[in-house]
């Protein structure tokens, strides 16, 4: 039998990776944030000088990029650049290096190898769409635009990083409109995946559902 995995998509600080993070957590799954691949791809393109048009040389990057996830740090070539990663300007060139089809392929390999027993949460834009087509379970999280910048700036300031809400707010939407326009893995719900809106929802309350819906279709599967 396959490996189950659960995927979980949505737009830019719609809270899916807190939410995927915890239903791992709470299932004994691995875990895998594919948009800190992305995010990588685009510091080590930054830190390079790589134009972010130059689509041979960023798949070229995303093929060997030298990453290692250790517990909520991600060492790139030996430093450890979780901080750097979650800047805006990583952000943005992400949504910028993701547009390329090649990029994408290069890292489509290195998600599927997060796919180990017992079983494997991915948030992103495309898990349910793209990467593992044959999830158990596809979970699209949608939020208003106002509370995700509202989240997405409390999280930098957490993270001690300066933040400018309005900024933010503006940042986000671009990103979300390249995300959704691009050709190629555009953010899009799978046709098969459930929807979730959850603005006023507390995480508590989104994780319960989530492990609802995965416990309803293990019921399912077995009866
Ligand atoms: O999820 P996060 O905001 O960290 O992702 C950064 C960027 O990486 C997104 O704006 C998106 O363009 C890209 N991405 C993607 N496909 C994924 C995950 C992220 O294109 N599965």
Redesign the pocket.
């Given at each position: 039998m396959s490996v189950p995995v659960i995927a979980i998509?949505g737009p830019?600080?719609s809270g899916?990776?807190t939410v995927a993070k915890r239903v791992a957590q709470a299932l004994g799954f691995h875990y895998l944030?594919?948009?800190?691949?992305?995010?990588l791809v685009?510091l080590a393109s930054l830190r390079t000088g790589l134009a972010p048009d130059d689509a041979a040389g960023l798949a070229r990057l995303a093929e060997t990029l030298d990453v290692r996830f250790s517990g909520d740090s991600v060492v790139l070539d030996g430093e450890d650049v979780s901080l750097a990663l979650?800047d805006e300007r990583c952000?943005e060139r992400?949504?910028?290096?993701?547009?390329h089809p090649a990029v994408?392929s290069a890292l489509l390999a290195r998600?599927r190898g997060f796919r180990r027993p017992p079983g494997l949460v991915a948030?992103?834009?495309?898990?349910g769409s793209v990467?593992f087509p044959d999830a158990a379970l596809k979970v699209f999280l949608t939020a208003s635009a106002d509370e995700r910048a509202r989240r997405r700036y409390n999280q930098l300031k957490q993270k001690g990083i300066h933040a400018n809400l309005r900024a933010l707010s503006r940042d986000l939407a671009a990103?979300?409109a390249?995300?959704t326009a691009?050709a190629v893995?555009p953010?899009k719900r799978a046709a098969d995946a459930r929807a979730l809106e959850c603005s006023s929802l507390p995480v508590d309350a989104v994780v319960e559902t989530v492990l609802n819906w995965w416990r309803a279709g293990q019921r399912g599967a077995s009866g």
């Open positions: 998509d830019s600080a899916k990776g944030e594919s948009g800190a691949l992305y995010r685009a979650y952000g992400a949504s910028r290096v993701a547009q994408r998600q948030d992103g834009r495309d898990m990467v990103r979300d390249r995300d691009r893995a953010l």
